[in-house]
């Protein structure tokens, strides 16, 4: 019998945090597994904190925990197909053409999507035998910061990835519109990283769990909870970022670029590994990063922004706001108000 789920607001940290804790139960012999749905697992297996669209035919399919959270999540029909260790396993789908719908719904509720396409048509498959799979791949990951579809993006305004790391005792900030290739980076403290913050609004904040953990970096950062994304300290290694970022720009030394702290070197390398981790090894094209000085743009911090409007009313709405009616595209360097 097929189920319609009803979407309602989501903790989507606490669905995601869910994902992470929760993945596919692996096949059992002699459970009745198809060998699709162990390709399936498989593929899981190595995306446990994504929701995974695996493409089958005309549509991307969610299995398991993904489908019930996608189900509730875009308001779709949640059905069934098959059954794994005795249980149905449940089952949603969303038509390839206007999958990009879907994919935004998705990310602004929070959740990472790992996009798997079939890389070979049902008939090479059939060549290696009749119950060969069809070889499918993740091609890319899509989270809040990483969006390139102009479909998925606000022309009006910039969506940074930013990352925050800490090298000598300072901080430092780095950020990236991958869809635009801007790169910037300026150093910060716990005093003025709220402001800062405040001035890009990213739609996702890297940082390492060590650092986000910190006690005096707990209430500047509890305006962002929706947005951080923790990861293993040993990824904002400052000696390997400036390397990465040397190889990449093919440059001997950074200072062709201007004078960085390590904690922003530390950030910008970062960013790239983890842009190189999600697009699977596809860069898009970058800028070399350019150094913002402390005191060299504006800094108006949060209170002060959501009085005076800027971006948005205090009701929370665009329209109204001083960015609504400006004339011009405000997609500005991460200078912006």
Avoid at 45 to 66: A, N, S, T
Avoid at 76 to 100: F, Q, Y
Avoid at 236 to 243: Q, R, V
């Amino acid at each position: 019998m097929t189920v319609i789920v009803r979407s309602m607001n989501l903790d989507a940290n606490a669905d995601r945090a869910q994902t992470k804790t929760t993945p596919p139960p692996k096949p059992a012999k002699g459970d009745g597994v198809t060998p699709m749905m162990v390709q399936f697992l498989a593929i899981k297996e190595q995306h446990p904190d994504c929701i995974l669209f695996y493409r089958m035919g005309d549509f991307y399919e969610l299995f398991f925990d993904d489908a019930v959270k996608a189900a509730r999540a875009l308001d779709i029909t949640l059905t069934k197909r098959g059954k794994h260790n005795g249980e149905d396993i449940p089952m949603c789908g969303v038509p390839c053409h206007s999958h990009d719908q879907y994919l935004s719904k998705l990310i602004r509720k929070g959740f990472r999507v790992a996009v798997c396409e079939q890389m070979e048509n049902p008939a090479e498959a059939k060549k290696r035998g009749p119950k060969s799979v069809v070889r499918r791949e993740v091609v890319r990951v899509v989270t809040p910061g990483t969006i390139t579809e102009d479909a998925l993006l606000d022309a009006r305004s910039n969506n940074f990835l930013a990352a925050l790391a800490e090298a000598e005792g300072t901080l430092g900030l780095a950020w990236i519109d991958v869809s635009t290739g801007q790169f910037f980076t300026q150093s910060s403290s716990a005093e003025n990283l709220n402001t800062q913050l405040a001035r890009l609004n990213p739609g996702e904040l890297l940082g390492a769990d060590s650092v986000l953990g910190r006690e005096s970096l707990k209430f500047v950062l509890a305006d962002w909870q929706s947005v951080l994304t923790p990861l293993p300290a040993a990824r904002f290694d400052s000696t390997n970022g400036a390397k990465r970022l040397e190889t990449m720009f093919g440059v001997k030394t950074l200072e062709s670029f201007g004078e960085f702290g390590r904690a922003e070197v530390a950030a910008a390398g970062a960013l790239i590994d983890y842009i190189e981790l999600t697009q699977k090894g596809k860069l898009p094209r970058l800028s070399h990063p350019e150094h913002i000085a402390c005191g060299g743009v504006m800094e108006i911090d949060a209170a002060t922004r959501r009085n005076l409007e800027l971006s948005q009313t205090l009701s929370g709405t665009r329209k109204g706001s001083l960015l609504s009616v400006s004339t011009k595209p405000s997609r500005e360097p991460g200078r912006a108000c």
